[in-house]
């Protein structure tokens, strides 16, 4: 198992482009979700998924949209990119919720 | 709403034991878990506890007292490679999970 990828792992964009970062697993697992990490804070939830075709905003939802067509696959999209979502975007699954998250190896963005 | 609360940073020699306190503030309550994440990493897991008591698994352990909102991770025969972030986290009812702020380690030779 490769358990869960993200692509791309670096990536500047420019103010007001948008872009599409890719988390795949296949653990089959229910729940996948979305944070962000900024320099020396927490991981701070964007959205989640409880399953395909189903959606919710997590503490920081704005600026960002997400589906959820198929188990394996919880894309994030970044609408007209400010600088203040330069971070480190990091996908998670679990089986059920509560239990080990299991996460991705993270996607760095800069926005200038 | 639901808050944590752990110290920003610990620092503690080689062989030491170190513990790193976390409180919590809920609506509803169904464990506390703990992640380890080293500089530029993902977080790993580390432990989840549901009911009160210690959890052993390896030189880490975990401990949670509900009555009082309280847990702490206990680091035992602390190496190098121990020095990361950790961090508490909280699951909800609707499938999030809510993260502290997270406490810097720093194991000093």
């Known amino acids: 198992n490769a358990g869960v990828t993200q692509t791309p792992k670096f990536r500047i964009l420019k103010i007001g482009q948008s872009m599409t970062l890719q988390c795949t697993q296949d653990?089959?697992?229910?729940?996948m979700y979305w944070y962000r990490q900024d320099p020396g804070m927490g991981l701070k939830l964007i959205y989640y998924?409880?399953?395909?075709?189903?959606?919710d905003k997590g503490e920081v939802p704005n600026g960002y949209n997400v589906s959820r067509s198929t188990t394996e696959d919880f894309p994030l999209r970044l609408e007209l990119a400010a600088p203040s979502q330069t971070s480190v975007y990091f996908c998670?699954?679990?089986?059920?919720?509560?239990?080990?998250?299991?996460f991705g190896p993270g996607t760095r963005l800069t926005v200038l | 709403g639901q808050s944590l609360e752990q110290p920003s940073e610990v620092t503690a020699v080689e062989g030491a034991i170190v513990q790193i306190n976390c409180t919590y503030q809920t609506s509803g309550f169904y464990g506390l878990s703990w992640y380890q994440q080293h500089d530029g990493g993902a977080p790993t897991f580390l432990s989840y506890?549901?009911?009160?008591g210690l959890e052993e698994t390896g030189r880490f352990s975990s401990f949670l007292s509900r009555s009082d909102s309280y847990g702490y991770l206990l680091l035992q025969e602390l190496q190098m490679k121990d020095s990361a972030s950790y961090f508490c986290?909280?699951?909800?009812?609707?499938?999030?999970?809510?993260f502290g702020q997270g406490t810097e380690l720093s194991v000093k030779p």
């Open positions: 506890n549901a009911l009160d």
């Open positions: 986290a909280v699951p909800n009812q609707g499938g999030k999970l809510i």
């Open positions: 998924s409880v399953g395909a075709g189903i959606t």
């Open positions: 653990m089959n697992h229910n729940y």
């Open positions: 998670a699954s679990t089986l059920t919720s509560g239990n080990e998250q299991f």
